[in-house]
C-alpha cells in the first residue's frame, strides 16, 4: 500500500475519471481523506462511492461554482485542505489554421481559468497557516511544441507558466508546488481520436496509464514537511 497518508486532506478534480480518478483511488487507499471534483454529478457520485472518497460536484471553470466549493470544503474540514491536485483537463488536436477561437477559449477556461480558480479559492488560507501543498497537472504539450496541439499546448504552456509563477511567489511560506508532466496518458480523452488508427499519434498500449500519473503525484505529496518535488516528467517506456 505504501507509506500511510492518514489525516491528511486532498481536492483532486476531474475526479471522475481518468488521472483524477486513479489519483482519487491512491490516495483513499493509503488513508488520506479525499474531496473528489468533477463537473458531471452522476459519474463523480459513483466514482466517489466505489472508491471511497467525497462527491464535491463542482465546475471549475465557473467562478461562482468554485465559491461553493471552497464553502463546501471549509463546512466539511474547517478551511482550505492540506492539498490540492489540479488534474481536471480538457484535451484537442488541431494545426493551428484549423483551430477555431472557440476551440482555444475552450481548453484555456478548463486548462488554465479552471486550476487558477481552484488555487486561488485556498491558497491565502495555507499561506496564513504555514503549510499545504499544490499540484498542477500538465503534460509534455506544455514544454515541447508539438505539431497539432495548437490550442491544447497553448492552454498547457499556459499552466506551466502559472506554476512557475506561483513556485517563485511560495517560496518561504511553507507550501509547496509541484508540477507533474506526463507524455500521452491513455485516458478517455483519447477515444474521440482512436489513436490506434492513426500513424501520426502514439498507439494506446505504448501509452501512460492514469496509475502511473498517480503513483507519481503521490509520491510528491507523501514527502516529509520539508522537502518539495518541484517537477517530475513522465514518459512512457512500453
Known sequence: MGESLEGLSVVVTGASRGIGLATAEALVARGAWVGMVARSEGPLREAAKRCGGHPLPADVSSASSVEKLAGAVESVGGGAPDVIVNSAGAFSLSA???????????????????????????????????????????????????????????????????????????????????????????????????????????????????????????????????????LLALRSIR
Not at 131 to 155: C, D
Not at 162 to 187: K, N, S
Open 96 to 230: 493551428f489554421v484549423d483551430t477555431s477561437p472557440e476551440t482555444l477559449d475552450a481548453q484555456l477556461t478548463t486548462n488554465v481559468r479552471g486550476p487558477f480558480l481552484v488555487t486561488r479559492a485556498f491558497l491565502p488560507q495555507m499561506i496564513a497557516r504555514g503549510s499545504g501543498h499544490l499540484v498542477n497537472v500538465g503534460s509534455v504539450a506544455g514544454r515541447l511544441p508539438l505539431p497539432g496541439n495548437a490550442a491544447y499546448g497553448t492552454s498547457k504552456f499556459g499552466l506551466r507558466g502559472l506554476h512557475e509563477i506561483l513556485t517563485t511567489e511560495l517560496q518561504g511560506t511553507g507550501v509547496r508546488a509541484t508540477f507533474i508532466e506526463p507524455a500521452a496518458t491513455d485516458t478517455s480523452l483519447w477515444d474521440p481520436l482512436d489513436p490506434d488508427s492513426r500513424d501520426d499519434l502514439p498507439s494506446r498500449s505504448a501509452m501512460l496509464r492514469p496509475q502511473d500519473v498517480a503513483r507519481a503525484i503521490v509520491f510528491a505529496i507523501a514527502q516529509p514537511p520539508g522537502v518539495e518535488v518541484g
